[in-house]
């Protein structure tokens, strides 16, 4: 695999070198180009003289010895970590294809594979979009061995039917978090961070880092769903509101739908009591996803400034709805 990807690879880095722009010519951009592929051209070079070199004698390289000159693992996540790393540093990434357990849990055999490997299943929308999978037939069989307890890998398929892929950064493979980074997230998400500051928190700590706002808010919602798991929104919203410091009052439908929902901080009705004077009333419409009208009541400052008091989702603009709400405004002040 190395063999060939290396004379693939360097292959079209020549190429592509030759093809671009030279010194004395054009754009900027097209000399950054050309300076980065040959930057990659020598790192790979370098990469590849210390992979010949262990392949030829089974010794222990003090700078390589983590399994560049093994084939047997102490875990399953100590082989896939292993041939992840390889894999990505030649333009390739791997992924887990399937997993055999036993009985007990035991997980005893993996199979790896190209991540442009099997075919695009084609879902019942309209939207055309592109797939990156070729079927590409590169497989590894990971098995662990009772006898010494250990896993043993072995290459099932050793061809790619692709190029190498020649800058990793976009790759959604290359942007994920690691565990500790996203540990980081979820304590900074409780932190009430926004996603813009943690991603840049995450870059300043590791400049390698090429996550997007995009990789944040994945983290966000994944963090969000195992906080939430077991509950209902309406018991995620309402504990939401609970804990966060609002008083809240509900009317719900025979059905034990929620009708209407008013809640009001009590800091805002603390600035209420101190300037009572101006209540200014209004309600917006399509704002949410619920299509639910949404009421929001504010004051005024003496220096003419506003402020939030109170808001109320109501089921629809019925006299009976308005009057409910207001009713809730009044019942705070008592
Ligand atoms: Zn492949």
């Known amino acids: 695999m190395e063999e060939m990807l290396k004379t693939e690879r360097l292959h079209l880095l020549e190429q592509i070198c030759d093809l671009a722009p030279s010194n004395g ?32 004698e089974y ?12 084939d047997v693992f102490g875990s399953c996540e100590e082989l896939i970590n292993w041939v992840q790393k390889l894999a990505y540093s030649i333009g390739v990434v791997v992924i887990k294809r399937r997993s055999n357990k036993r009985s007990c849990g035991f997980m005893y055999r993996v199979v790896l594979q190209c991540d442009r490997g099997g075919e695009y299943k084609v879902k019942d929308s309209s939207k055309v979009t592109g797939t990156k999978k070729t079927n590409c037939p590169f497989e590894l069989e990971g098995t662990y061995s009772d006898d010494y307890d250990c896993w043993t890998l072995k290459v099932t398929c050793d061809q790619h039917n692709h190029q190498p892929v020649l800058f990793m950064e976009g790759h959604p493979y290359a942007k994920r978090l690691s565990e500790d980074e996203f540990n980081l997230v979820a304590e900074l998400t409780r932190m009430n961070v926004a996603p813009r500051d943690i991603l840049a928190i995450l870059k300043e700590r590791n400049l390698s880092n090429v996550s997007t706002l995009r990789t944040i808010y994945n983290a966000c919602n994944k963090i969000r769903m195992v906080d939430q798991v077991g509950k209902s929104p309406m018991q995620v919203l309402l504990s939401l509101l609970h804990s966060n410091g609002y008083v809240y009052e509900i009317t719900s439908t025979g059905l034990n739908e929620l009708e209407n929902l008013f809640f009001i901080h009590l800091t805002s009705f603390d600035i209420w009591r101190a300037i009572p004077h101006v209540l200014i009333i209004d309600v917006t419409y399509k704002t949410n996803h619920y299509n639910m009208p949404f009421l929001e009541v504010v004051g005024v400052t003496s220096t003419s400034k506003t402020f939030s008091i109170a808001f109320a989702f109501m089921h629809n603009e019925k006299t009976v709805n308005y009057t409910w709400v207001l009713n809730c405004l009044k019942l705070t002040l008592n």
């Open 59 to 70: 010794e222990e390289s003090e700078e390589q010895g983590d399994g560049y000159n093994s």
């Open 25 to 56: 010519a054009k754009s900027r951009v097209a000399m950054i180009f050309k300076y980065r592929l040959r930057q990659r051209r020598d790192e790979m070079m370098a990469f590849y003289a210390n992979l010949k070199l262990d392949d030829g």
